[in-house]
């Protein structure tokens, strides 16, 4: 087995349909399997062999997309990590990960430079730049000039054999980098592909970070069944409204805070998506409100997904999305799902636990951390850290995570609840609510909000009466409310939930 036969086969048997579009270049399946030949007999001739590790530090390009591709060709292994990292984190996941070469953007290549601090292990002959050129790096288009777009060596493997160790996103503790195999990748080919409904004519758009795992749910399945793939440098929702109309895009995923700008753009119109076929929210929770706001623009056109990149996924597929809006759906074939108490019994329905699971997607373990594999995978089942319930249909409902639970007063309130009530303010655009130290309670809540442009100068004092006179209880009501710009996010736009807290304990109001 070998991920990159799919590109092979598409390049064989669908050479002139269009395969990818990043800004002006529109490449065939045949012109874009050249490009993936030539970078991978550039890495062949480097010295890059079977089981080495290549990261990658860019924003969003082809030559990302050529990199997953061609390491999967030769059998090495992807190693994408975040643009938004800085120079101690970058050297610290690419030393941890044993990478041997590293494509680097111009301000990656500049935080790791060898003179400074935070020079990883790569000698110099195997960092590559791409985009503005750099004194001392060789550029990319320098780098692949002279290497054949003829098929490089065939390399098959077993499909327990290790295509990308992917890191995660930190929001609850040290990254930790996942190791995702040949056959669970090609999973995300078959599964993802059923489950959006994509056919060989479906048009794909992302617009979020390649490195965010969700990127791989419409990546993978479009390439697998020859469909067209649009890669976006960035979020813009302007830019994406103009690239649904023109170029008919039916299947988008995005994360709610991209979600949510989308409908705030000024010049959004419904009739602007009626292309669309699949839009899927994911990599963080869409409040129901939002949910229904989306429903009244979209239709039957929705699906949100929960998972983790570590092994499952349940989907509320479009179907029946109104008739369980609150829910995160049920697990596909083959995947299963159980809801277990703090001795890992299951419970019955209804009743709040934490969300083990497993399915064909499971990882290989964490990469040089057997000890926090065994935590995370225990006979078999993957332990999310996620607190919710199933009811008697078998939907999942999310509560929220085992490390966000506020306890005041020995009663446990889920952040998400309060959350779900601040949101149907007017005013609100994005809430998150986190626990800090009480003296006699324990710990008690704090809100950070983000407020629509347009409401400005609504009063904090005034809007936190009214979220303390919706909960839907006494020890659900904040102690304090902040308002923010926006929430700092990772390159996967979910909300850092720590640094928020973190910042507010550095500069505090003391709750009374």
Request: charged share 20%; glycine share 8%.
């Amino acid at each position: 087995m070998n991920l990159a036969r799919v590109l092979t086969n598409r390049a064989r048997f669908n050479p002139d349909r269009t395969a990818i579009v990043f800004r002006e270049q529109r490449l065939s399946f045949s012109d874009f399997n050249r490009r993936i030949n030539r970078l991978a007999n550039a890495l062949l001739a480097l010295g890059v062999k079977q089981g080495d590790k290549v990261a990658c530090v860019t924003p969003n390009c082809l030559e990302m997309v050529d990199l997953y591709w061609a390491t999967a060709r030769i059998a090495a292994v992807a190693v994408p990590l975040s643009p938004l990292l800085n120079g101690i984190a970058l050297k610290g996941l690419i030393d941890h990960s044993d990478s041997v070469f590293a494509l680097l953007s111009p301000e990656a290549a500049r935080e790791l430079r060898p003179s400074g601090p935070h020079s990883p292990g790569i000698p110099m002959t195997h960092r590559i730049v791409v985009g503005a050129r750099l004194e001392d790096h060789k550029s990319y288009d320098q780098f692949v000039s002279n290497a054949p777009t003829t098929e490089s060596p065939r390399c098959d493997v077993d499909g327990s054999a290790p295509l990308m160790i992917v890191y995660s996103s930190g929001t609850t503790g040290e990254p930790k980098g996942i190791v995702l195999s040949h056959h669970a990748r090609s999973m995300y080919c078959t599964l993802y592909s059923i489950a959006w409904r994509m056919t060989p004519e479906s048009v794909s758009l992302h617009t979020g970070s390649l490195v965010f795992n969700g990127a791989f749910m419409t990546l993978l399945p479009s390439f697998f069944l020859g469909g067209k793939y649009i890669l976006h440098e960035a979020f813009n929702p302007e830019h994406i409204l103009e690239t649904i109309e023109q170029e008919k895009v039916t299947h988008m995923v995005m994360v709610p805070s991209q979600i949510i700008a989308l409908l705030d753009c000024p010049s959004f119109n419904p009739a602007r998506l009626k292309s669309l076929e699949a839009l899927i929210s994911l990599g963080a929770t869409l409040h129901l409100s939002q949910k229904r706001r989306l429903m009244e623009h979209l239709g039957d056109r929705f699906y949100e997904m929960y998972g983790l990149a570590e092994g499952f996924m349940t989907i509320l597929d479009k179907t029946t999305a109104r008739s369980k809006l609150a829910s995160v759906g049920t697990p596909p074939p083959f995947f299963e799902i159980r809801i277990v108490d703090s001795d890992g019994n299951d419970v019955p329905p209804n009743t709040v636990g934490e969300i083990v699971g497993r399915g064909p997607i499971m990882m290989e373990g964490y990469y040089q951390r057997p000890d926090l594999t065994s935590k995370a995978i225990v006979a078999g089942w993957l332990h999310s850290g996620d607190v919710g319930y199933l009811d008697e249909d078998g939907f999942l409902y999310l509560s929220d995570r085992k490390k966000d639970m506020i306890k005041s007063g020995g009663v446990s309130v889920y952040p998400r609840d309060i959350e779900e009530v601040i949101v149907r303010h007017p005013a609100v655009q994005e809430a998150a609510v986190f626990g800090i130290p009480h003296d006699k309670w324990g710990e008690t809540p704090v809100a950070a909000v983000v407020l629509n442009p347009d409401a400005r100068r609504t009063a904090i004092d005034e809007l936190k009466g009214w979220i303390n006179q919706n909960v839907g209880a006494k020890f659900q009501r904040i102690t304090d409310l902040v308002i923010l710009d926006d929430f700092p996010r990772n390159a996967a736009g979910k909300t850092l939930k720590r640094t928020i807290l973190e910042a507010y304990l550095n500069n505090p109001v003391r709750p009374t």
